[in-house]
């Protein structure tokens, strides 16, 4: 229920000085007259305890968390293609596989819904935090946790959600990228293996056009489009955000797509995909691993790494930061902003190299 200070109470408006507590009473009250109509309509007749049995749902199935997780997560398989990604429904059920465990953990098969108390989140975090995980890995399952309590809002089986004034752990944004060297190293080697070939295609594509790899899984031909001054550009909606991304093309991406071309016999304009694999992408991303290793990169190369490359790449160029916005598709110029910091730190760095190295000299 909810609860306030009498002095915060004006019993004339009904209403409290608090604004959220305000609004659920609003919504509360409103769930009252609806269900009060229709049990009028309904049954003709309706009373003070007919009305609470309803409201308190007296005689409907009880709901658990992990009955309530298993339905959010149909739904969002339902999505997969349309508007949820494959991935993004992966990390929805690990969420759901270590919900599982947490219950588990505290000797229960399941937990009844309107038993979650705003504790429990906290022992939830103190779980994961034990198992060393990553912030970002700790905030997505926190997130799934709140996400199943706003279902059951939904759904009515409880008024509010005892997690939505909680605050998450402060995640470190590192990306990861390589520098013209390493790329260098990438664009002379050598590949025999043909699915190892195309996943190191693939990788420098992105570094000189910052596709994501689910956008370059989905690129056709027919995206690549000439402008009116004869200049060849990549013109697609983003696979994540559905925000149109217009990339010019390097020259070294339309090399890459002249032999995908080559390969594959079809005609520019055609519908035929880029970049078409015979592989999962699990496959591809250990192939891409290979060429890493063979190439001597420390670093273990991943597709999105590529895209960040891209990004750094194209800010130290000197090209605005607008425009990168534009060209990687992003929704919002803040997640753009990531590569201006990266390069104002590697310029603060090169610098200290180069004191460090005139004070050895003068000494």
């Known amino acids: 229920g909810e609860e306030c200070l009498p002095a915060e109470w004006n019993s004339r408006q009904g209403i409290t000085g608090e604004k959220k507590i305000n609004q659920r009473l609003a919504a509360f009250r409103e769930l009252v007259e609806k269900t009060y109509a229709e049990i009028l309509t309904k049954d003709g007749v309706v009373s003070a305890e007919l009305l609470k049995n309803r409201l308190q749902g007296v005689a409907a199935t009880p709901t658990t968390l992990l009955t309530i997780s298993e339905a959010e997560l149909q739904s969002v398989k339902a999505c997969v293609g349309k508007s949820r990604s494959e991935g993004t429904y992966r990390n929805h059920t690990y969420s759901d596989k270590m919900l599982r465990e947490w219950i588990e953990s505290r000797g229960q098969k399941d937990m009844p819904i309107d038993a979650v108390t705003e504790e429990m989140l906290e022992e939830f975090r103190f779980y994961f935090k034990k198992k060393r995980f990553a912030a970002k890995t700790v905030n997505r399952h926190l997130c799934w946790l709140s996400r199943l309590m706003y279902r059951a809002v939904s759904k009515r089986i409880i008024r509010y959600n ?116 015979g592989c999962s992408r699990s496959v591809m991303n250990s192939k891409l691993s290979t060429v890493g290793l063979a190439c001597g990169i420390r670093q273990r190369l991943s597709f999105h790494m590529a895209r960040h490359t891209f990004g750094t790449l194209s800010l130290s160029a000197g090209i605005p930061i607008e425009s990168i916005a534009k060209m990687m598709g992003h929704a919002s110029i803040s997640s753009t902003q990531i590569y201006a910091q990266v390069t104002d730190k590697k310029i603060s760095e090169d610098m200290d190299k180069l004191i460090r190295k005139q004070q050895a000299a003068s000494e």
């Open 162 to 277: 005892p997690f939505e004034d909680a605050t998450y752990e402060k995640e470190e944004r590192k990306i990861r990228f390589l520098q013209k060297s390493d790329v260098a190293k990438l664009m002379a080697l050598k590949v025999n293996d043909k699915e190892a070939e195309q996943a190191r295609q693939m990788f420098l594509f992105s570094c000189f056009t910052g596709l994501a790899i689910a956008d370059m899984e989905r690129l056709k031909f027919s995206h690549i489009q000439t402008a009116a001054d004869g200049r060849r550009y990549i013109r697609k909606e983003r696979q994540k955000t559905k925000v149109e991304s217009v990339v010019p093309l390097h020259p070294i991406a339309e090399e890459i797509l002249n032999r995908c071309r080559e390969n594959q016999a079809v005609k520019e304009e055609g519908d035929a995909l880029v970049f078409p694999r």
